[in-house]
Structure formats: structure tokens, C-alpha cells
């Protein structure tokens, strides 16, 4: 799926808090669509070991 390549190719840059919110709700978002529970899930887990050093990140990752 488009969306889930996308949010990922957003991820390698750095961003601010803001922007790190927005990335959330888009993933709430995506939770909706059939099948996108798991692949949601599987984003954040890699996001949670590749971007561990990014604390806002990580705590708006816990909203979710």
C-alpha cells in the first residue's frame, strides 16, 4: 500500500514534535483500513529500534 511506503520514506528525516503527531494520526488513520493493524504495528516496532534516539518521536509513538 501506498500510504505505508510513504509514512515510511517521511520517517528517515527528522523532524519536530509537531510533525512527529501528525505521523501518529496518519498511523491512527491507517489502524482503520482492513489489514492495517499489523502493518501499523510493524512500523512502529521498526521505528521504535531505528529511531530509539529521537524522544519525541518515541513519546508520541506511546499515544498510539
Known amino acids: 500500500m501506498l500510504f505505508f511506503f510513504h509514512i515510511n520514506k517521511l520517517a528517515k528525516n527528522t523532524a519536530d514534535r509537531k510533525i512527529y503527531q501528525e ?3 496518519i498511523l491512527k488513520l491507517m489502524k482503520q483500513i482492513s489489514g492495517g ?12 529500534i531505528t529511531y530509539k534516539n529521537r ?9 498510539l
Open 55 to 63: 524522544r519525541a518521536l518515541m513519546d508520541e509513538l506511546k499515544k
Open 23 to 25: 505521523w501518529v494520526r
Open 37 to 48: 493493524n499489523d502493518k501499523v504495528e510493524k512500523i512502529v516496532s521498526q521505528w521504535r
